[in-house]
């Protein structure tokens, strides 16, 4: 064991582990009352995606035939649907399915979407022109439209839905990277590493990258909440999604017709995509003021 | 400075816009906006209109209708033969009364002699002929062309009275010519579509396609004292919400075709009567039995002891209908229903058990494909849940009705839901999707047994002969069947208490609107 000093030099070279950096953001994110907000109402649904099943009273697809369409109570806190199913549990439980579809896919968008960005932005000419065009065609789309253009061709299931996210928002990240390429790209330290013989990745990913992470981390943040949005817009239309899923989409185009009679079983899962999306949002923000 | 703002308004726009979509998702859920323009109030000499709201008709010949809309139009311009009624018994309209040759294959009709089509020609055995000859004319191509393939000749045997001759005996003939497509039209008419000459309770005023139809009484009609309304006026909705809504507020006087759902917000509205009738309509889970895992009979008993249908009927029927017993004779026929047979009560361990003896120690898993519409997709969630406890694992596969119908994917898939409706004798069910040879066979169902009752049930001119092959063939179903029919459910609809003597029928588009009159106040 090489003894590791207590406190890091943090100069040149060693970089803070990953958890002290996490909690310095969180800190950051925590001086502001708006942000504070928006990381609060984030975390709590990253809890209940991860402990979806402890904290779930009731199974997704439990059905208690006798307590059917109940009102709001201390035993079913959201009340219980028309088919006698807990919808506090279903919320909870629907969770895990959409922040893991939309995070996975965001990750992977963003990567992709990354390297389409320093390639087009950096080498410039027709590579560029052929990314950027082809991007364009698939922008000129509406991401609902191109969503349900592509499930209806790559068929329905969860992992049609991650595919769609991911090729749906690879043009809007590549763009951003791009642009911030473009910026960076004719500084004198570029050409002096390409100058000393440095390889192209090294350039792009060692000298060009750094200038890119604090617009990639606000974008991946935004692009999070709309991939949440779009697969509970598709939930809502029954598209790459089966019932009896918690999907919160399915869940309010289910309730939908019983809406004057069971309200609190559209309102919940309604009201839970809305909380989602706008604590992201808000914690986008604060992520923004800190980064800038 | 200028991008920085740029970037956090567009968070703020996108922030509002969230908020509103979620906003319109729950307003669009709470409430129904009609989306036609409201009737023009006429005051007190609205008195004697009838509006009814329902989906907009597409074909007006009714060789050819089929939806409930369609056939309610068609149903007051034009008359059938004979009717059948609310109590699912033969009734008299054009036809006054008619004889069956011993043999079963000749019936006699006599005519009314006082009834005139709309442009003032009498009406006479000629038009029936003229009809049916249609009806059944392959180059016509109506729908109804198999259904009187068992016609040999149709006679106008006198002014008034018109002869047909069958092939083979058929018990359910009167039904048949009361089929939705059987409106007499005048012979000879060159537009069946577009020039609605009937001799129907109402006449045609003005049709303006997806927006209304109007119709206004027949002074001449055959029928003393009707029709007792002055005008009827069809006023077409897209959206069953806005057809709900509408009628709330006045603008409208009758729906009908409600989900349980709608219906129970209108049940204790003041100034309607809520409208509930039995049918014979269905969904029915059934198993592929010629190939396994359905080959097996056990499966099917297995899923029959897991299934509890009382807790199915309360949860997805909220109790408007009845609950089934696995076979397609429903509550309805009463002269042919029965409860002889002993159907299996939930019982949990006895299911598995039959699954192991199966083959199956450890559960099965299976792909339960259902069509989108009506109660179909929350039945199979339900059987999901209850079918889970007996290790019978499924993964619900819904599908848009025209996929699940489409290229025959109900006719080929293992396990599946799918709807029937509602048909005056039950014998239409039996020859259709479960004998070998049936086009509808949904199930692969083949039992030589069942095939010689169900052919005894649908010729013989017995009707006691008929009513214990109808008990034996329920046995038998419960006992073997590739079935099972959770439950039969309900027309459901309201009317305004300003009307009275409106009766709906089991297909709604057949209820009779020249019976309705204003309320005595």
Not at chain 1, 87 to 103: D, H, K, N, Y
Request: aromatic fraction near 10%.
């Amino acid at each position: 064991m090489t003894t590791v000093p207590k406190t890091t030099n943090n100069a040149r070279g060693v970089a803070p582990s990953l958890w002290r950096r996490l909690s310095l953001l969180l800190r950051k994110l925590y001086a502001r009352p708006i942000s504070a907000i928006g990381t609060t109402i984030t975390l709590l649904f990253i809890l209940a995606a991860i402990l979806g099943p402890l904290i779930a009273p009731y199974g997704e697809n439990e059905i208690i035939a006798s307590e059917a369409r109940q009102p709001p109570s201390p035993v079913h806190w959201f009340g219980t649907d028309n088919l006698g199913r807990d919808v506090f549990s279903r919320v909870i439980l629907g969770a895990r399915e959409i922040l893991v579809l939309a995070g996975v896919g965001t990750l992977l968008a963003v990567v992709f979407g990354t390297i389409f960005g320093l390639l087009a932005g950096y080498s410039g000419g027709w590579l560029d022109e052929g990314i950027m065009r082809t991007f364009d065609s698939l922008l000129a789309l509406p991401a609902l439209l191109l969503a349900l253009l592509l499930l209806g061709t790559v068929g329905q299931s969860q992992y049609s839905v991650l595919i769609v996210i991911v090729i749906v928002y690879i043009p809007i990240v590549a763009r951003v990277v791009r642009s911030v390429v473009l910026a960076v790209k004719p500084q004198g330290f570029v050409e002096a590493a390409r100058l000393t013989g440095e390889s192209q990745p090294r350039i792009l990913f060692r000298e060009i990258m750094p200038f890119v992470y604090p617009t990639l981390s606000v974008e991946s943040a935004v692009r999070f909440s709309y991939a949440i949005f779009l697969i509970g817009s598709l939930g809502f239309l029954r598209v790459g999604v089966q019932p009896p899923s918690p999907n919160w989409g399915l869940m309010v185009k289910e309730a939908r017709p019983f809406a004057s009679l069971v309200p609190w079983a559209l309102f919940f899962p309604a009201a839970a995509i809305s909380l989602v999306v706008i604590g992201v949002n808000l914690m986008a923000d604060g992520l923004k003021r800190i980064m800038s | 400075m200028f991008t920085q703002y740029r970037r956090a308004s567009k968070k703020r726009i996108f922030l509002f816009l969230v908020f509103f979509i979620s906003l319109a998702f729950l307003i669009q859920a709470c409430s129904g906006i009609p989306d036609t323009p409201t009737t023009p109030s006429a005051g007190m000499e609205r008195q004697g209109v009838l509006r009814v709201a329902m989906q907009p008709i597409v074909q007006t010949d009714p060789a050819f209708i089929s939806s409930d809309p369609e056939v309610i139009v068609a149903n007051s311009i034009y008359d059938y033969l004979v009717d059948v009624t609310p109590q699912n018994t033969i009734a008299p309209r054009l036809a006054r009364e008619w004889t069956v040759s011993e043999d079963g294959k000749t019936y006699v009709f006599t005519l009314v002699e006082n009834a005139t089509f709309h442009d003032g020609t009498l009406f006479k055995a000629e038009d029936v002929v003229w009809t049916f000859n249609r009806l059944r004319d392959p180059d016509v191509d109506s729908p109804t062309k198999d259904l009187y393939s068992n016609i040999e000749n149709i006679e106008a045997s006198d002014k008034f009275e018109v002869t047909f001759t069958l092939r083979e005996p058929n018990p359910f003939f009167l039904y048949d010519i009361s089929d939705n497509h059987a409106l007499i039209l005048k012979a000879e008419s060159s537009e069946p579509g577009s020039d609605f000459i009937g001799t129907g309770p109402f006449k045609m005023v003005s049709y303006s396609p997806e927006d209304r139809l109007v119709v206004e009484a027949n002074d001449d009609y055959f029928v003393a004292d009707r029709p007792g309304l002055e005008k009827v006026e069809f006023i077409f909705f897209n959206d069953q919400t806005a057809q709900t809504e509408a009628l709330r507020s006045g603008q409208v006087d009758l729906v009908m075709l409600l989900s349980a759902d709608l219906f129970r917000t209108l049940e204790d509205e003041p100034g309607l009567i809520p409208l509930q009738v039995a049918t014979n309509s269905f969904d029915v889970v059934r198993l592929r039995s010629d190939r396994p895992p359905g080959d097996d009979p056990r499966l099917m008993q297995a899923l029959r002891l897991a299934t509890d249908r009382q807790a199915i009927y309360d949860l997805v029927l909220q109790g408007y209908g009845a609950v089934g017993r696995d076979t397609p004779i429903g509550p309805m026929y009463s002269q042919y229903y029965s409860e002889d047979a002993q159907l299996p009560e939930r019982d949990i361990p006895a299911a598995r058990q039959l699954l192991a003896n199966a083959g199956y120690p450890d559960g099965i898993d299976l792909e339960l494909y259902t069509p989108d519409t009506g109660n179909r997709p929350n039945l199979a969630v339900v059987l999901k849940d209850q079918w889970a406890e007996a290790g019978i694992n499924v993964d619900v596969i819904v599908e848009p009705e025209s996929v699940y119908y489409g290229d025959d994917g109900w006719l080929t898939v293992d396990l599946g839901i799918t709807g029937w409706g509602s048909r005056p004798y039950p014998q239409f069910y039996l020859n259709t999707m479960l004998t070998c040879d049936a086009i509808w066979n949904e199930s692969h169902f083949c039992d030589s047994e069942f095939d010689q009752l169900a052919s005894l049930a649908g010729t013989t001119m017995n009707e006691q002969e008929r009513v214990d092959a109808y008990n034996h063939i329920q046995e038998l179903l419960i006992e073997r069947g590739p079935i099972m029919v959770p439950y039969f459910f309900s027309q459901l609809g309201a009317i305004s208490d300003k009307f009275a003597d409106f009766q709906m029928k089991p297909f709604p588009g057949r209820s009779d609107l020249s019976t309705v009159r204003l309320a005595d106040q």
